[in-house]
């Protein structure tokens, strides 16, 4: 019965047990621990902030979407335990691709992503996060703004990338503690890297070769 | 003039004795009911197509309007009716705003002759008593009946070629040049299959043929259903035949979104769109109606306990739904014909079997009345039946062959 068989592959789809989708307003997927959402400036543990001003990050960015100016720290009231502090912090949400790659070039681990990506504008100007809103807030949790659609548990992981790869986004050194301490959170551990037994395999190589350290 | 009109009206035992207020509030009711039916019907089909296509390929589909997006039929219609309406500047005005008209209205009027209850037991041939007057579960029972259904389904043609014509555009026309086309030819299959039916039950009327298949069948196990009088044969080619005139999935080359953008409502917005959309879906409904009339028994079936009219509608729209099932999963299943093999399949396959077949059961009806000889008459119709088939796929192959070689193009070889 070739022909007919077609019917019975749509007719075994029936029933809930199959469906992939979600609800999503209702109810959200889950989202990868590496997911690139949109960045934090993280603290100390004692609430200094990490960002140095350096404007590292708004040189790598391919996108140019930040926007940094350095000042020296105010010698009574220092904002960061160097020399210098981040006085101005925007970044530009309309231009970001959320490549990570200011994560990469921070040396302080100041910038971070968070998971969240479910925000929108009514106004241009509004795209444009700057520093208030980028900071996290007393508990060392991403402040969660008005027009974000947060849930219970999504602000936790805003750091798992750069802590799976580390210093300067190597696997080599995968799970190795190259990081400072953040506020709220102490010493993050190092994140589960992936074994090679979760890589997809490819004809013609072996599971045992290591491509991790190329080029570095 | 009177007597006619009596027996025309006598069908049904309400309109054969004197007419009066009852007998008209009866039928305004009857109309009323078949109306509304139809909406809610046509709503319920839109929404169970979606959220059944959508379990078939593994989401969820509609589920925010109302418990389980039942309500999701309601709030596009709401949207269709306070879009704007567009007439496009090359559309042939009258014709464009009387399209959707007539695509919509033989699809009201087709149900009408659909019987959707009443008691078929002990030989009560549908009857029901309404307000104290005998009266049939269907708004009309015209002695034409199932012919009824074939002349408005070819006026529907008439809404789906205007439209396409009168819109000015280019694809509209493509779509509606490829519906005229396809309905027109597979009315063909879908009457000579009718016309087996209408041979086994010796009656036009619908109330007649659900009336002769609600009798006991073989061995009084088997249902007296025209599927099997018939040899299952008029019914397959009924179904594909029925799914092509209603222009749905694997036949729905008429709107094919791939190649005609929206086919023969292209140009058309808000409530005219709206019109043709709720045309398709009660064609659809009420030619899953007539495959239940026809082949199915309608609403006969047996009656344990209460009243019979209302195990009669308990039978008509469980085997309806049946059907309606059917179309939806062939909607997720098949992929699109072809334009020429769509021509194929309802000018070589189709008519030539349906036609065969109508001949074999006349051979059938006549041999049993003359009483010849069964082994004869079977070895002799399956020896036509080969020859016929063999002379047709010779045809077939030396058209092609033809075809190929461009001898018998008019005009330049391709």
């Known amino acids: 019965m070739g022909y007919l068989d077609g019917f019975k592959v749509t007719f075994r789809q029936i029933g809930p047990s199959q469906r992939v989708t979600a609800p999503y307003p209702a109810e959200k997927a889950p989202k990868p621990e590496r997911l690139h959402g949109r960045h934090v400036l993280n603290r100390y543990e004692d609430g200094m902030e990490k960002c140095i001003g350096c404007e590292l990050c708004a040189g790598v960015c391919p996108a140019r979407c930040i926007y940094v100016r350095g000042a020296d720290n105010p010698p009574d009231d220092p904002v960061s335990p160097g020399e210098r502090y981040g006085f101005v912090y925007e970044i530009n949400y309309l231009r970001c691709i959320h490549c990570d790659l200011c994560v990469e070039a921070c040396p302080t681990e100041a910038i971070t992503e968070t998971k969240m990506f479910e925000f929108s504008f009514t106004n241009r100007l509004d795209a444009i996060y700057t520093k208030d809103e980028l900071l996290v807030d007393d508990d060392g949790r991403p402040r969660k703004l008005p027009w974000e659609d947060w849930r219970e548990g999504e602000d936790e992981h805003t750091s798992a990338w750069m802590r799976a790869t580390a210093p300067s986004g190597s696997a080599a050194f995968e799970g190795r503690v190259a990081w400072s301490g953040e506020l709220g959170y102490g010493v993050r551990p190092p994140e589960r890297g992936q074994a090679h037994e979760d890589l997809p395999a490819t004809p013609g190589t072996t599971g045992t070769q290591d491509h991790g350290s190329g080029g570095h | ?414």
């Not at chain 2, 046509?42 to 109302?66: C, H, S, Y």
């Not at chain 2, 080969?386 to 092609?400: I, K």
């Open chain 2, 1 to 414: 003039m009177v007597g006619s009109l009596t027996a025309v009206f006598a069908q049904d035992p309400m309109l054969a004795g004197e007419i009066d207020l009852t007998v008209v509030a009866i039928v305004l009711l009857k109309v009323v009911v078949a109306f509304v039916f139809l909406l809610v019907a046509t709503m319920f089909m839109v929404w169970f197509e979606r959220k059944l296509i959508g379990d078939m390929q593994n989401r969820i589909g509609p589920a925010i309007a109302g418990p389980f997006g039942i309500l999701q039929t309601l709030a596009d219609g709401v949207k269709f009716f306070f879009k704007e309406d567009l007439l496009p500047d090359r559309a042939e005005r009258r014709v464009f705003v009387l399209a959707p008209l007539l695509a919509v209205v033989p699809a009201f009027l087709m149900f009408s002759i659909i019987p959707v209850g009443g008691d078929f037991n002990d030989g009560n041939g549908g009857v029901v008593t309404m307000f104290g007057r005998e009266t049939l579960l269907q708004v009309a029972n015209p002695a034409i009946g199932v012919l009824f259904v074939l002349a408005m389904s070819s006026v529907a043609v008439y809404g789906v070629m205007l439209a396409g014509w009168s819109s000015g555009s280019k694809y509209p026309l493509l779509g509606s040049v490829r519906a005229s086309a396809q309905m027109v030819s597979y009315e063909a299959a879908m009457g000579l299959s009718v016309a087996a039916v209408v041979l086994t039950s010796g009656t036009l009327t619908t109330n007649g043929i659900v009336s002769f298949q609600a009798g006991e069948g073989w061995g009084g196990l088997l249902p007296n259903w025209n599927l099997l009088l018939t040899g299952f044969v008029p019914f397959v080619i009924f179904v594909i035949a029925g799914t092509a005139e209603l222009n749905r999935p694997p036949f729905d080359l008429v709107e094919a979104e791939q190649e005609l953008v929206g086919g023969f409502h292209t140009e058309y917005s808000s409530i005219r769109f709206a019109l043709f959309f709720l045309a398709e879906f009660m064609n659809t409904i009420t030619m899953s109606a007539l495959f239940v009339t026809l082949f199915l028994g309608g609403p006969a079936g047996p009656a344990p306990v209460g009243p019979g009219w209302l195990w009669g509608m308990v039978w008509f729209f469980l085997k309806l739904f049946v059907f309606l099932f059917m179309f939806v999963w062939f909607r997720a299943t098949l992929p699109r014909l072809r334009y020429d093999q769509l021509m194929d399949l309802g000018w070589k396959l189709l008519i030539p079997l349906s036609l065969g077949w109508f001949l074999l059961l006349a051979v059938i009806d006549v041999a049993g009345d003359q009483s010849w000889n069964p082994f004869v008459v079977v070895a002799g119709v399956a020896a036509g039946f080969l020859v016929g088939a063999g002379l047709l796929r010779l045809a077939v192959r030396a058209g092609h062959a033809r075809r190929l070689s461009g001898e018998d193009a008019v005009g330049e070889p391709v």
